[in-house]
């Protein structure tokens, strides 16, 4: 059989080694419809990707396609879980190796809680993200690898990711350039998977501006579909490094909880993301569960460093400009 595979496959809570899956595709080919996991496949002219397109690859999530053309999904029917049972599940199938990007808050705290792997921060010296990843490592009792961003680095790592990434307004390339540190690390010591709390302010009503809308539920159905592009994003800066992001609150199980939820439940009393805190708390100390953290490009220090960087070349305040100019002499 022609066979690759890029990523992991899991059926019914386990992971498969190559010769099941080579063997559910002879037998049953339609059997891959019910594949879970984080994954590109491709087979005697086939091809299949994990139902929300966390692995890239040549064919659109969730499809199985035949010589180009689309015949079928992927869309593994697992039944409701309770949600700290769901996320224990997602973390356990992604834990065989790797490494957990640790910023110090709740959602990627919680990830490394339950893997047990090593972690890594990245942040300018001083950074916010830095002095919480530790506090949350030597609470947990887990290895923590600093990478601090050198400011003079910092141009170099945005040239290298506007390219690639579909947004290149400031957000987006602020995310994209901390991002290109953790996987710069990963790829020096040859680790491929870096697992990623991504997904959970979707999921779990996470954004500040949540706490100021009418329309929770509309919001963040919006945000929920346009995570798409912010995958393609990040894989897209750890492929520079031939690593990748793996995402365990993107586990089926762990989304179908989450949306199971109604959106009144997710802020109560002014706390975003109550239900997962609510686990967390369980797992990690008070301090942790229940703080707010800022957002990557604010806690990593790389925000405010572009906004320096811009300053010095004449784009006082105008990021967009900054970084239109670094596109051009690319």
Request: proline share 5%; hydrophobic share 45%.
């Amino acid at each position: 059989m022609d066979f690759s595979l890029r990523g992991w496959v899991e059926k019914d809570g386990r992971r498969l080694e190559q010769e099941e899956i080579e063997a559910i595709l002879e037998q049953d080919p339609a059997g891959v419809s019910a594949f879970g996991g984080e994954f590109f496949l491709e087979w005697n002219g086939c091809r299949a990707r994990d139902h929300f397109g966390i692995m890239p690859g040549g064919c659109p999530a969730g499809e199985i396609t035949s010589a180009g053309r689309p015949v079928g999904k992927v869309s593994p029917a697992y039944p409701l879980m309770d949600l700290d049972r769901a996320i224990a599940r997602a973390v356990h199938l992604r834990s065989d190796d790797g490494v957990v990007a640790l910023s110090g808050g709740v959602d990627s705290a919680l990830v490394a809680r339950l893997a047990g792997l090593e972690c890594v921060v990245v942040g300018l010296p001083g950074s916010h993200d830095l002095r919480r990843a530790r506090l949350a490592a030597r609470s947990l009792d887990l290895t923590l690898h600093e990478v601090l961003i050198d400011p003079a680095e910092l141009e170099q790592a945005l040239a290298a990711v506007l390219p690639l990434i579909p947004d290149k307004d400031p957000v987006n390339a602020s995310i994209a350039a901390t991002l290109f540190f953790v996987c710069r690390w990963a790829g020096d010591q040859g680790v491929e998977c870096i697992l990623a709390g991504q997904g959970a302010d979707e999921l779990f009503a996470g954004y500040f501006r949540y706490l100021h809308t009418a329309t929770l539920a509309e919001d963040m159905e919006r945000d929920f579909l346009a995570l798409p592009r912010q995958l393609s994003r990040d894989q897209a800066v750890a492929g520079l490094f031939e690593a990748y992001f793996s995402l365990p609150y993107m586990d089926c199980r762990v989304v179908r909880a989450a949306r199971a939820i109604p959106a009144e439940m997710l802020i109560v009393d002014g706390v975003r993301k109550r239900p997962l805190r609510e686990v967390a708390a369980r797992h990690l100390p008070e301090s942790i569960a229940w703080q707010e953290k800022k957002a990557m490009q604010y806690g990593s220090g790389v925000m405010r460093e572009i906004e320096r960087l811009a300053a010095r070349r004449g784009y006082r305040k105008e990021l967009q400009g900054y970084l239109k100019d670094i596109c051009n002499k690319l």
